[in-house]
């Protein structure tokens, strides 16, 4: 969640700078310089996000078979299930994150 968080802020911190950049007749350089700091942190955010999904994941398969191991599954039941888990959607405000993450920064290319 705090990636998220994290990377959420960055995108509005981008938001505020490509108005600023709207209303700047002269763009500085300090305001360029801002601008790319801003963005490559972006994408270690956005990196970031994406590792802790992967391991929120892992985290549910070990979950189950931590359950399932009690419960006397057999393994091929476990692969199987272990598979289902590589689709759930981490859902942020009834979004699939993953999926909004691809065009949650489409406005750059109009920026």
């Known amino acids: 969640m705090r990636a998220i968080i994290a990377r959420e802020s960055c995108i509005q911190q981008i938001k505020e ?3 600023a950049f709207e209303e700047d007749e002269g763009v500085s350089q300090e305001l360029i310089d801002e601008s790319v700091t801003v963005l490559h ?4 955010l956005s990196l970031h996000a994406v590792k802790c999904i992967i391991e ?3 985290q549910l398969v070990l979950s189950y078979l931590v359950s399932s191991s009690t419960n006397g599954s057999s393994l091929n039941n476990e692969r199987n299930s272990i598979n289902k888990f590589k689709n ?3 859902i942020w405000e009834g979004e699939n994150y993953l999926l909004k993450m691809k065009g949650d920064t489409s406005f750059l290319v109009q920026s």
């Open 41 to 44: 942190s972006l994408r270690m």
């Open 17 to 19: 700078l490509d108005r």
């Open 88 to 90: 759930i959607p981490f």
């Open 56 to 58: 929120w994941r892992r």
